[in-house]
């Protein structure tokens, strides 16, 4: 596709259950990348990935969160046993490793 | 740890008017600041960027300063219009890593 593609857009979770947040990157980009960004507030570096690599996961919050790119494109952002605070946009974005970032509209989760 | 603050936090301007947001960071080996717009409900878009090789950076409306011995830089929207009303958001890449650290936001208005 033309741009970074992210589904679902909106999801609403109750609380503990496990949700998953896909990815689909700008073909041909090897960086992917993922923020958390909270209400009012900038993104926040989760994860990442160069091809299939997770070469950096310092910013997942916790051991629920759990983050794959198995063949270097797609991505999957699971977080299981979901909480409140875990109430946020979740952005996804690719590079060709030159430094910009392309980002995808985001999917929305809302954990009640 | 690495920080970035941004100030203003919101800012109301008249068409036509200039528009500074500014930012600082705290890594001192810092060496490439982007500026992101994002608009109500997509995800942050590149608008311009600057490395830390260069003072200034230009392109048409929109330019950036960057001062490293103060380690501040800002961005300068000039000649404003109602569809320059966004969020924007400042970033600082972190060194050595390929992760970037976002300012807080500043939401635009432009009124008409």
């Known amino acids: 596709g033309a741009g970074v593609s992210q589904s679902p857009r909106y999801k609403v979770a109750k609380r503990g259950q496990d949700v998953a947040l896909r990815c689909d990157p700008i073909s041909g980009h090897v960086s992917l990348f993922w923020y958390q960004q909270a209400l009012g507030q900038g993104p926040e570096f989760l994860t990442y990935?160069?091809?299939?690599?997770?070469?950096?996961k310092s910013g997942l919050p916790s051991d629920r969160f759990f983050a794959e790119r198995p063949e270097g494109s797609v991505s999957t952002l699971k977080i299981q046993r979901t909480q409140q605070e875990d109430s946020a946009v979740y952005l996804c974005a690719s590079s060709l490793g030159d430094g910009e970032l392309f980002f995808g509209e985001g999917s929305r989760l809302t954990v009640l | 740890g690495e920080n970035v603050e941004q100030h203003p936090s919101t800012l109301s301007v008249q068409e036509g008017d200039s528009a500074v947001i500014k930012c600082t960071y705290s890594?001192?080996?810092?060496?490439?600041f982007p500026w992101y717009k994002q608009e109500l409900g997509k995800g942050p878009q590149l608008i311009i960027d600057?490395?830390?090789?260069?003072g200034e950076k230009k392109d048409q409306r929109i330019a950036v300063t960057l001062n490293k011995t103060a380690k501040h830089f800002s961005l300068h929207i000039t000649e404003t219009q109602p569809e320059d009303s966004a969020v924007y958001f400042c970033?600082?890449?972190?060194?050595?890593?390929?992760?970037?650290?976002f300012g807080t936001g500043t939401r635009l208005k432009v009124l008409a």
């Open positions: 970033a600082a890449s972190i060194s050595g890593t390929y992760k970037y650290i």
């Open positions: 600057i490395r830390s090789n260069v």
């Open positions: 890594d001192s080996a810092s060496n490439y």
């Open positions: 990935f160069q091809n299939e690599a997770q070469l950096d």
